[in-house]
């Protein structure tokens, strides 16, 4: 069974950083792509990022280039998100999702969210 | 970037009604529209990839169609458990747009 479990989510101050990390199992994690996408609080769906299986392809949402950094480990079976400068609009529920495979296929698989609230 | 615009936002439907969402996008994006069904605090769930080609595990109720810039979700009979939110995403080219969603309530 694939499962993707987040963590790290948590209320921090405009201004500082939090890394959220999702451990994947039920799948050979290291043959797909990868994303994130968040959901602001009674708001619609916003993809954040992708990651291709061997982290040679890497895309951002224009609203967080230059503050996260997507990664992922694939002999840990993980994937992340370094947040860093976050902003009150950044507050959101942050899914980590699969793609069905490689290439211009859409997420199959999401995790059950975790809630990054930034807010002073 | 390729915006996706659904109609409509909200729609009021009865049981066994025939539903129809439709998502336009700002340019030719082929086939590569997904649809996705939200529930409340849950995750979404894929339904529909590639315009037309139904996820497994999916009723076979729902439909969809179209290529280029317009495209359909139907729901041939509404059921009590197909209340909730749908979503467009474009697969065709980053930033992986999602249309705005579609709230389906009981009438």
């Known amino acids: 069974e694939v499962q993707l479990v987040e963590s790290g989510g948590g209320l921090v101050k405009p201004g500082e950083s939090l890394r959220l990390s999702c451990a994947a199992s039920?799948?050979?994690?290291?043959?797909?792509?990868m994303n994130w996408v968040r959901q602001a609080p009674e708001k619609g769906l916003e993809w954040v990022s992708s990651i291709s299986s061997s982290s040679s392809y890497i895309d951002y949402v224009d609203s967080v280039k230059g503050r996260f950094t997507i990664s992922r480990g694939n002999a840990k079976n993980s994937l992340y998100l370094q947040m860093n400068s976050l902003r009150a609009e950044d507050t959101a529920v942050y899914y980590c999702a699969r793609d069905v495979r490689e290439g211009r296929f859409p997420i199959d698989y999401w995790g059950q969210g975790t809630l990054v609230t930034v807010s002073s | 970037d390729i915006q996706l615009t659904q109609s409509p936002s909200f729609l009021s439907a009865s049981v066994g009604d025939r539903v129809t969402i439709t998502c336009r996008a700002s340019q030719g994006i082929s086939s590569y529209l997904a649809w996705y069904q939200q529930k409340p605090g849950k995750a979404p769930k894929l339904l529909i990839y590639?315009?037309?080609t139904l996820q497994s595990g999916v009723p076979s109720r729902f439909s969809g169609s179209g290529s280029g810039t317009e495209f359909t979700l139907t729901i041939s009979s509404l059921q009590p458990e197909d209340f909730a939110t749908y979503y467009c995403q474009q697969v065709n080219s980053y930033p992986r747009t999602f249309g705005q969603g579609t709230k389906v309530e009981i009438k």
């Open positions: 039920g799948f050979t994690f290291s043959s797909y792509k």
């Open positions: 590639a315009a037309s």
